[in-house]
C-alpha cells in the first residue's frame, strides 16, 4: 500500500504570495490532518478534515486554510505569506478518524518565504 | 504554554545499551499518548502508543511507560542499534483524537 504522499516537497515563495499544498493519504483512509514544523514551535497542529468536512482547528490565523475533495485527498492554502511561514508542513492520514487510530505522516512540504 | 516537553534535547547511548527518552505533559485531558520518530527529510514515523488505561505497552525493542500521576511517560529503547539514531517525538492527544501535542524532540544518537 502506497503511503501518504505530499507535493511539491520543496516550494520557494516571496512574502504576499499565496501557496497551495497537497497530500493524499493511504488508500482507504478518509481523515487527514495538517502539521507545521518549525525550529522554534515544533511540530503544531493546523487541522483535521474528515469526509470533506474541517473537524478540528489548532491555532492558526484565518490566513491559513484548508479542504478536502471526496476522495479524501486534501489542500492546504496560505495566503499573503510571511517569513514566520517558512516552515515543513506535514500532512497526515487515518483510516476513520475514531479513538486510537495511529496516524501515518508522509514526507512533508518544505516551504521557504523570501 | 508548552503542554508537552521533552526535556533532554539530546541523547548519547552506546549500541547495546538501553536508550531512555523522557517525556512530561501538563494537560489531564491528554489520555492518549504516542511516540514518533523522524529522519531528516522525512515525516514522523509512528513507534508505539499507549492508553491512560495501561501503564506499559511493549512492542519489541519499544517499551512506554506511563506514569499518570506524575503525568510522565519515558520510552525505553533495548537494544539500542545504531539505525536507532533519529529524532523522536512524544506526542499526547485527548480522546485518543486527532488533534496531535507534540513535544520538542529528542535527538538520538547510538554509537556503534
Known amino acids: 500500500k502506497a503511503g501518504v504522499t505530499q507535493t511539491p516537497r520543496y516550494l520557494i515563495k516571496t512574502r504576499g504570495q499565496q501557496v497551495t499544498l497537497s497530500c493524499s493519504p493511504i488508500s482507504g483512509h478518509r481523515s487527514v490532518s495538517w502539521y507545521q514544523q518549525t525550529p522554534g514551535q515544533g511540530l503544531q497542529f493546523l487541522f483535521e478534515?474528515?469526509?470533506?468536512?474541517?473537524?478540528n482547528k489548532g491555532n492558526f490565523p484565518g490566513r491559513f486554510s484548508g479542504r478536502q475533495f471526496s476522495n479524501s485527498r486534501s489542500e492546504m492554502n496560505v495566503s499573503t505569506l510571511e517569513l514566520g511561514d517558512s516552515a515543513l508542513y506535514l500532512c497526515a492520514s487515518r483510516q476513520s478518524g475514531y479513538e486510537g487510530e495511529t496516524q501515518y505522516f508522509g514526507p512533508g512540504t518544505r516551504l521557504l518565504v523570501l | 504554554d508548552q503542554q508537552v516537553k521533552q526535556n533532554s534535547p539530546s541523547l548519547s547511548v552506546q549500541e547495546g545499551r538501553i536508550s531512555i527518552l523522557n517525556c512530561d505533559y501538563t494537560n489531564s485531558m491528554f489520555d492518549y499518548f504516542l511516540w514518533y520518530k523522524k529522519y531528516p527529510a522525512e515525516g514522523p514515523t509512528f513507534l508505539i502508543s499507549i492508553s491512560s488505561i495501561k501503564d506499559k505497552n511493549e512492542d519489541g525493542r519499544f517499551t512506554v511507560f506511563l506514569n499518570k500521576s506524575a503525568k510522565h511517560l519515558s520510552l525505553h529503547i533495548v537494544p539500542s542499534q545504531p539505525g536507532d539514531s533519529a529524532v523522536y517525538f512524544c506526542?499526547?492527544?485527548?480522546?485518543?483524537?486527532?488533534?496531535?501535542?507534540f513535544g520538542g524532540g529528542t535527538r538520538l544518537m547510538v554509537k556503534p
Open positions: 506526542a499526547a492527544t485527548p480522546n485518543a483524537g486527532n488533534m496531535l501535542t
Open positions: 478534515y474528515f469526509s470533506e468536512t474541517q473537524r
